[in-house]
């Protein structure tokens, strides 16, 4: 049984048991029917839109991506050999 299925049948018996409980407040028979066609109709649209697949892209299944370098570019924790740090050479 498929989740949409169950969805739906689970939605059926909320609207007879609406149904019902409309009938024993003395609604009339065709507002009971209404309801039930309005019901019937929000179920079956929730049902689809709940229980979709998502569809695979036309073009197949992506390759994956290359790793990413991390962010931000990690710095060096100290200034290169040779160098003072600043940019300008060694006096």
Do not use: C, E
């Amino acid at each position: 049984m498929t989740s949409f299925s169950t969805y739906l049948i689970g939605f059926i018996v909320l609207i007879i048991g609406l149904a019902l409980a409309a009938f024993l407040l003395n609604v009339p028979p065709t507002w009971i029917a209404v309801g039930v066609v309005v019901m019937l109709g929000i179920g079956i649209l929730m049902a689809t839109s709940r229980t979709k697949t998502k569809d695979m892209p036309t073009g197949g299944p992506y390759p994956p991506h290359p790793p990413q370098p991390p962010y931000p570019p990690q710095q060096p924790p100290y200034p290169p050999a040779g160098g003072t740090g600043t940019g300008r050479p060694p006096v």
